[in-house]
């Protein structure tokens, strides 16, 4: 043989395995893997917060980064081998606009590439503190004064890099299972509603919620760790609605916490280790263990209503954070689900085991106006039809929960209605409610009719996305919205008995439900937990039979996808994007105090600090709306290395930018209608900080002052040079460092004058 054959003997050799191990490869638990992180922080200040629902929670900076987290599992080595994508980011939930424009920029860089709507999995971690204003329905826009694109560019923009990043880097890999308890970090926030469920089901549960963390431990061929899933039922929740800084709260708190210590020495969203803190079936969940009381008396609420003196506003629960303090209370459950989860993916025991066999999906477009399903009457005991109605919100969605209480006089757990409401919603709805609509929502006294309004355009979803993503014996179930404990057992349960029934041969399925998926819908409560008319069940906006009529759909999708008989796509919802606008007031320009220039800085910082500290500096800014820096940062501290000799060999290195815990990012106007942004930084410096020389830097775009239409231009900015001290080291001090704590005088020097002067000359051009 010469060398040519022997070359091609090789070649087949080398096709041979790889055809083995293409047909072979997921029976041994061979996967291909990628994962990816990017920053999805949008808007950082003067637009309203997406949770809550309270018009006077907007934006004032930035506490944490938001990130898009990417998981891609594929079959095996080749590109038309099965492929599925689950995402989570740290929103408040996934539109049915981010969705569509999330597969079609992936298939604009990928053309009859691996992505579609099937495989993709979009999910939310449900933080209550991230911008709002992205998403296509109308009800969701009130309170965010409508739809503003930058806020839904940054989700699309961060969602499709991350799945770039993790795509392009799949690599032949490994995936483990494995779950435990988390303790002390959730408690049911409708117990009454629970308690309606039938005794002997409660019975099988010793707990009201879920306290079972699932996690996915990623590695790659030789066993490097890559990254890591978890499901948990929690609100994200533990910052309540005065909070006004974008944070990623209990879940990013506890992502960033697992990232830093797999990705050390670099900065949140920046590492190649990614570890996804994803939601569950949260709906009736809250972080705030130390349960509801009444702000006045201190004594507990009203059980049922959950209100103090008729009032659902003196009703509130708080977190295990000194005196209900929120950001403690965000470490805490953050910490405590980031142990569990650490703990999981280090310590494989008996109960972990690795996944193993075929990547499959399946997905379906259904109107959720009018699903048909068969239940038993339990008055009769014979089987009916009922269906699903078009969406309506009871009253006790104004009444708000215990983690972010209602407007007016509305309670949870209206049975009744009240003549003037009644009579404010048939004047917007331009006629009383059709009968058979109410009977439809029955128990449910409805405030607002949503699926009948189509004007302007859709209030809510009546076309969702069903989805089944699976991984091996890993059933991810994508559900458009927020089950409540029950419900979720309810559906893990159903499609764990279909996988049984189906595939007898393999091993336990594990069943996850991956909440706030691709489309929003508010929640699903039990037909049982329906009748109390809690905050749940008023928002279970389909009427009493959704969750039966999700039991069924997903008992289709899952016995389809594993029997491979092919299923009706269904017709996907509307796509509004041509229907959106907003009220959201214009920047038109942006000023700095007189003879002040961008990014001069107005407080500069003590010339000596201590660890534990926090140091506050303040700058003349731009608006942080012009661009949220996504990817980027708007401060950086930095310590200078090498400093205080003359060698010329002095480094900065990054110590913290905006998205750290131990910074904060937050502006504000001097007074009302100024056209002044005052940007103010703290730093806590941490407990270990090195001693050194340090300084903070500050970046942003201003709109110039005169002409409206130019577009804003970058400045930045940084402080005098700090020290931090420490004890028993020689800190060399920069030459520039002066003990003196000065502060910038109002007219520092005639150079300054004519600098302003120049640079508003520039501006008139
Ligand atoms: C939010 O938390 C803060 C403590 O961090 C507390 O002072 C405030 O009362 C809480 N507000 C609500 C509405 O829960
Ligand atoms: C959903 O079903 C209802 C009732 O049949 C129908 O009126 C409506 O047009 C459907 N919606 C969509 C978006 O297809
Ligand atoms: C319905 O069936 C259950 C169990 O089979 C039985 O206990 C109950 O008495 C029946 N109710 C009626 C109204 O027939
Ligand atoms: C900073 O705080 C930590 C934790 O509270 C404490 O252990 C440490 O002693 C403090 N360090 C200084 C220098 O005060
Ligand atoms: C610096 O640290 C030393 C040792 O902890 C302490 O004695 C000193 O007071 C500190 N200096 C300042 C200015 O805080």
Known sequence: MDSKQLELRFLLTLLGVFFISAVAGDENGDYYVGVGIADVTGPAADLGMMGYANPSQSAKGIHTRLYSRAFVFRDGPNTDDPLVAFVSADIGMVDQLIKFRVVEKLNELYVNGPFNPQNVLLSGTHTHSGPGAYLQYLMYGITSLGFYEPSFNAIVDGMVQSIVRAYEKLQPGRLHINSGIVQNANINRSPSSYLANPPEERAQYDSDVDKQMVLVRIEKADGTPLGAINWFAVHPTSMNNTNRLISGDNKGYAEMLFESEMNPNTRPGKGEFVAAFASSNLGDVSPNVMGPRCIDTGLPCDFEHSTCGGLSQKCIAFGPGTNGDMEESTEIIGERQYKVAKNLFNNLDSTATQLKGAVDYIHQYVNMTNYEVEVVNPLTNTTETVTTCPGAMGYSFAGGTTDGPGLFDFVQGELSDNPFWNLIRDVLMLGPLDPVFQQCHYPKPILLPVGLAHQPYEWVASVVETQILRVGNLYIIGIPGE?????????????????????????????????????????????????????????????????????????????????????????????????????????????????????????????????????????????????????????????????????????????????????????????????????????????????????????????????????????????????????????????KWTSEHKQPSKINSAAQFWHALASSVKDWK
Not at 597 to 606: K, Q, S, V, W
Not at 701 to 729: C, D, L, M, W
Request: aromatic share 10%; charged share 20%; with cysteine.
């Open 483 to 735: 089950l409540t404990t029950m419900a979720g057992r309810r559906l893990r349960k159903a499609v764990e008995s279909v996988v049984v029934a189906n595939a007898p041969d393999s091993e336990t399925p594990h069943v996850v439900i991956a909440g706030l998926s691709n489309v929003y819908t508010h929640y699903i409560t039990t037909y049982e937990e329906y009748q109390k008319q809690r905050y749940e069940a008023a928002s279970t906006i389909y009427g009493p039979h959704t969750l039966q009529a999700y039991l069924k759909q997903y008992d289709i999708l899952a016995a389809s996808m594993l029997d491979g008989t092919n299923l009706d796509p269904g017709t996907p919802p509307p796509d509004l994007s041509g229907n959106q606008f907003n009220l959201i007031g214009k920047i038109s320009r942006d000023t700095t105090p007189f003879l002040k220039n961008f990014g001069d800085c107005l407080l500069e910082p003590l010339p000596i600090v201590n660890p534990n500290d926090t140091v506050v500096v303040k700058f003349a800014g731009g608006h942080p709306r012009h661009d949220s820096m996504r990817e980027g940062t708007f401060l950086l501290v930095e310590k200078c290395e090498e400093c205080g000799d003359d060698t010329g060999s002095e480094r900065w290195t990054t110590v913290a930018t905006d998205a750290d815990w131990s910074t904060k990012f937050h502006w504000s106007r001097p007074k009302f209608l100024s056209t002044e942004s005052v940007i103010e930084i703290s730093w806590k410096v941490p407990a270990d900080a090195l001693p050194g020389n340090y300084r903070i830097r500050h970046f942003g775009y201003h709109k110039p002052a005169v002409s409206i239409a130019a577009t804003p231009r970058a400045y930045q900015g940084e402080t005098r040079i700090f020290v931090v001290n420490g004890t028993g080291n020689n800190i060399v001090y920069h030459p």
